[in-house]
């Protein structure tokens, strides 16, 4: 760009297969000016909308990009300057970008973080990890999720952190097999994953049953966990929703899952036609049924939660920061529970489902962040 | 679900890892073994087009090359399909079922009802269908319609090789006697296959694409066309919500009546000729239940009827493409009493 008061809004990349978005909507206008998170277009990507927000604050001089049209990722999408640059200076950027999104994705945009596997109590784990050296965080996913689950946070990440993601046994690709199904056998998994990787400590972030999959691992060995990090965490009540947790598992069409899927949201717009289809894939494939039930099984008895993470958190006794992330809209566990994370910074966040770090992934990585600075 | 492999090799996979999986999973056909103990690439074809090569080293003694005699072969997969074992047999083009008709109609196609429900007929067939490979008039035919008219068979049509491979594992899991059409033009198709085993349910179709304009149904490689025609539209401002069958019995009713209600315009494309075929059968589906939400007219864009020319420029204009799509979809979206 010809002027460095110029700003480019470009184009997210949510996810590590993400190659384009498309803008269902321009939420600010050109003219408008803009601050800080303010909330600027509504995206699609083929797996999930999300809504961007400015990362700089200024007016929208020029929307660059196009609703409904195939924009490849990182590409500018509008400018941000301030009222005093030349609409001609502004001209001219915007037909460089203009011819950006118009030639397409180049051809060797693929990339991402490669995925690796561990060998990890006789299972074949995979992960996938990006970004700099550094502290290393592991975001550990739910029921039902996989390490794709965290395709809005860790690319961001990745800015500052060593990001790693894994597929607890019965996810994603790997092994299906997860024998009793404990929350201590997931919690060996996670940190056979940290040997694996090759470090001693990391930061832990875990989502739902994942949460209390990073406490469990939190107690076996507190040295090796620097801050953790819950987001709508299990075993802090009694309460879950029992309904869908069985709906999840099981829901053998599109037809039957789509309505229970959108459960986890607050705003249930967000699941895409991908998304379902991407978790009945997952759910057909050989062993996950019966991996699904026997985790049911760890998550409940009857229709109240099994799993007990709030004396597993006292065992820790404050030697590791605990910071506890919940949307206020949650209909899987209800929010209210974290006032039962004895000793943890809270942050409850607003328009959120179960699923915060996909409906409102900054204000969860503001979160984490925080977390990880506070930490040391 | 990052490596992607062809339609081929997903048939092939599902093959290898069923007969992996149970032993009795066995595979039959024509040149299942052609050329065995030939050096390099003549050893073991695998079939005309090479789907099953690999399996029969792989496998000793369960890929079994047969005599070209259709009747023979195919009444054995099915009498060993009622004695305990899961036969893949192979009849390699669908243009040969004539002379095995008998055996898979009348005979697979009715144990399990006339033996009051005592008997199983666990087996598949698969074959090869579809113009374009300049195979002329007796090589090139679209058969499905006339399985899909007989009670006890299921007719399955894998259009994308994640389907191949589901559809496939589910065929041979299956109890009762399964066709699998194959296209020969999607063979080389590649697309995203999960390593693992996965079944897809029949009777289940697939929303490949999502519009709120006018509903295309398709099926096997008519999907693709009908997908590239949806992109045509969209750019000119028609959303087309594009439907693919996968299996034509069971056939799933529900999504094609669910979105034709919300569109309430239909066009069926089928690579068939055009009588007593599925896109009648689907224009009949729609007439009579979903007559309330129809704004325009149903319409069809299948083959002529007529047999498959061996002339280029005439087979070319034979099967269906997009154009013809782009034309019927604008004709319906258009249309006013």
């Given amino acids: 760009m010809t002027d460095e008061r110029i700003l480019a809004v470009t184009m997210p990349k949510w996810g590590l297969s993400m190659q384009v978005g498309k803008i269902t909507v321009w939420i600010a206008g050109e003219g408008d000016d803009v601050s800080v998170g303010d909330d600027l277009a509504d995206i699609e990507t083929e797996k999930i909308a999300g809504t961007l927000e400015a990362a700089d604050a200024g007016t929208l001089r020029r929307i660059i990009a196009r609703v409904g049209e195939d924009v490849p990722v990182s590409s500018t999408i509008a400018l941000i300057a301030p009222p005093d640059v030349s609409d001609d200076d502004l001209d001219a950027a915007a037909a460089e970008a203009r011819a950006v999104i118009d030639a397409g994705v180049p051809e060797e945009a693929v990339g991402g973080p490669a995925v690796e596997t561990a060998e990890v109590g006789g299972r074949k784990i995979s992960y996938a990890g990006t970004g700099q050296d550094g502290d290393v965080v592991l975001l550990i996913h739910g029921y039902g999720g996989d390490r794709n689950s965290w395709l809005f946070l860790q690319e961001p990440m990745a800015a500052r952190y060593r990001v790693y993601a894994l597929d607890l046994p019965g996810h994603g690709t790997s092994s299906k097999d997860v024998g009793d199904g404990s929350v201590g056998m997931l919690a060996d998994t996670v940190l056979g994953v940290l040997n694996a990787i090759g470090v001693q400590r990391a930061h832990l972030v875990g989502h739902s049953l994942g949460g209390a999959v990073a406490i469990a691992a939190t107690a076996r060995d507190p040295l090796r966990v620097s801050s953790l990090t819950l987001i709508a965490p299990s075993g802090f009540g009694q309460e879950i929703n029992a309904s869908y947790l069985r709906g999840f598992a099981g829901a053998q069409t599109r037809r039957e899952l789509k309505p229970v899927v959108g459960q986890l949201f607050a705003d249930e717009s967000l699941v895409t036609r991908q998304l379902v289809d991407d978790l009945l894939a997952y759910k057909r494939l050989d062993g996950v049924d019966a991996a699904l039930h026997t985790l049911l099984g760890t998550l409940m008895d009857g229709d109240t939660q099994r799993t007990d993470s709030a004396a597993a958190i006292a065992a820790i006794g404050g030697a590791v920061p605990v910071t506890v992330v919940w949307g206020k809209a949650d209909r899987v566990i209800p929010p209210a529970q974290a006032e039962s994370v004895a000793g943890a910074v809270r942050h409850l966040v607003d328009d959120a489902g179960h699923m915060p770090h996909m409906e409102r992934p900054a204000e969860v990585q503001a979160a984490i962040e925080e977390a990880i600075t506070r930490a040391g | ?337």
């Fill in chain 2, 1 to 337: 679900m990052a490596r992607t492999i062809t339609y081929r090799e997903a048939i092939n996979e599902a093959l290898a890892q069923e007969m992996e999986r149970d032993e009795t999973v066995i595979v039959m056909g024509e040149d299942n073994a052609g050329g065995e103990g030939s050096p390099g690439e003549m050893d073991a074809w695998g079939g005309v087009l090479g789907v099953t090569k690999g399996l029969y080293h792989r496998f000793p003694g369960r890929v079994l090359d047969t005599p070209i005699s259709e009747s023979a072969f195919i009444g054995a997969a099915i009498g060993a399909a009622t004695a305990g074992m899961r036969p893949v047999a192979e009849l390699m083009f669908v243009d040969f079922m004539g002379v095995c008709f008998d055996q898979i109609y009348n005979q697979a196609a009715k144990f399990r009802y006339m033996f009051g429900g005592k008997a199983v007929t666990p087996v598949v067939i698969r074959t090869m269908y579809g113009a374009g490979l300049r195979a002329a008039a007796q090589h090139s035919q679209c058969l499905y319609p006339l399985f899909t008219h007989v009670p006890g068979l299921k007719v399955v049509l894998p259009a994308t090789p994640y389907d191949a491979k589901g559809l496939m594992t589910q065929a041979i899991r299956d109890n009762d006697p399964v066709m699998f059409f194959e296209h020969k033009a999607l063979y080389d198709l590649a697309g995203p296959v999960p390593e693992e085993s996965y079944a897809l349910p029949f009777g289940e179709a697939n929303v490949m694409r999502e519009g709120g304009d006018v509903t295309i149904v398709a099926l096997g490689r008519m999907v693709h066309t009908s997908l590239e025609a949806a992109r045509q539209l969209a750019a000119a401002g028609v959303e087309c919500e594009v439907i693919d069958l996968r299996t034509t019995s069971p056939l799933d009713e529900d999504t094609v009546l669910e979105s034709v209600e919300g569109t309430g315009r239909l066009v069926v494309v089928d690579e068939a000729n055009p009588r007593c075929s599925v896109a009648t059968d689907i224009s009949a589906l729609v007439a009579q239940k979903a007559f309330g939400s129809l704004r325009a007219p149903v319409e069809m864009v299948t083959a002529p009827h007529t047999p498959v020319p061996f002339s280029n420029a005439l087979e070319d204009i034979y099967i269906p493409d997009a154009q013809r799509i782009v034309n019927a979809v604008k004709l319906v979206a258009e249309w006013t009493r």
